[in-house]
T-cell receptor, first 109, second 115 residues
Framework: AQRVTQPEKLLSVFKGAPVELKCNYSYSGSPELFWYVQYSRQRLQLLLRHISRESIKGFTADLNKGETSFHLKKPFAQEEDSAMYYCALLTGTASKLTFGTGTRLQVTL | DAGVIQSPRHEVTEMGQEVTLRCKPISGHNSLFWYRQTMMRGLELLIYFNNNVPIDDSGMPEDRFSAKMPNASFSTLKIQPSEPRDSAVYFC?????????????FGEGSRLTVL
């Protein structure tokens, strides 16, 4: 069965410091991974997907199949990055997304 | 498009009462998902539909929970009878399916409090 693990419930960093939100997965098939973000009082929304290999709002994430990880990184945290971040694994033909338990990122001055 | 629309936004009810949450997916999307969000467990998939047909309901906690999708533009999640441990935010999401991008579009959620 598929599983997504986000080991940290809360990550607190100073503004300007590097950020790494951890995500590990287990899945027997070929994984497709995503990061979703939920800002305060906003809808949960897609941040980035691994197949796009894109940088969104300064965030990047690289799929490491050897370590079964998909960590989210940003070199310099900004206050507006404070939000809840969910790692998600896509399986099945109908887009079944399995989410991790989420990590709250808190960026302080 | 207004996006995925959920109602009610907030519901406070007493234990034992029936609760019905409603969802209107984005027009043209053929997959619909119900998730539950709690502090302890994060986002849990309850059930999802593809072309109005339930595909996987293994996440539905117990028989007190039921979901229907009578047509492509409407779905309900019902809890009967409700219990305090059902208190959570319930999200509905829709998608064009994996053949597209796999991206889910979420509603604003229904916050349920069972006293």
């Amino acid at each position: 069965a598929q599983r997504v693990t986000q080991p940290e419930k809360l990550l607190s960093v100073f503004k300007g410091a590097p950020v790494e939100l951890k995500c590990n997965y287990s899945y027997s098939g070929s994984p497709e991974l995503f990061w979703y973000v939920q800002y305060s009082r906003q809808r949960l929304q897609l941040l980035l997907r691994h197949i796009s290999r894109e940088s969104i709002k300064g965030f990047t994430a690289d799929l490491n199949k050897g370590e079964t990880s998909f960590h989210l990184k940003k070199p310099f945290a900004q206050e507006e990055d404070s939000a809840m971040y969910y790692c998600a694994l896509l399986t099945g033909t109908a887009s079944k997304l399995t989410f991790g338990t989420g990590t709250r990122l808190q960026v302080t001055l | 498009d207004a996006g995925v629309i959920q109602s009610p936004r907030h519901e406070v009810t007493e234990m034992g009462q029936e609760v019905t949450l409603r969802c209107k997916p984005i027009s043209g999307h053929n997959s619909l998902f119900w998730y539950r969000q709690t502090m302890m467990r994060g986002l849990e998939l309850l059930i999802y539909f593809n072309n109005n047909v339930p595909i996987d309901d293994s996440g539905m906690p117990e028989d007190r929970f039921s979901a229907k999708m009578p047509n492509a533009s409407f779905s309900t999640l019902k809890i009967q009878p409700s219990e305090p441990r059902d208190s959570a935010v319930y999200f509905c999401a829709s998608s064009l399916g994996r053949r597209h991008t796999g991206e889910l579009f979420f509603g604003e959620g229904s916050r349920l409090t069972v006293l």
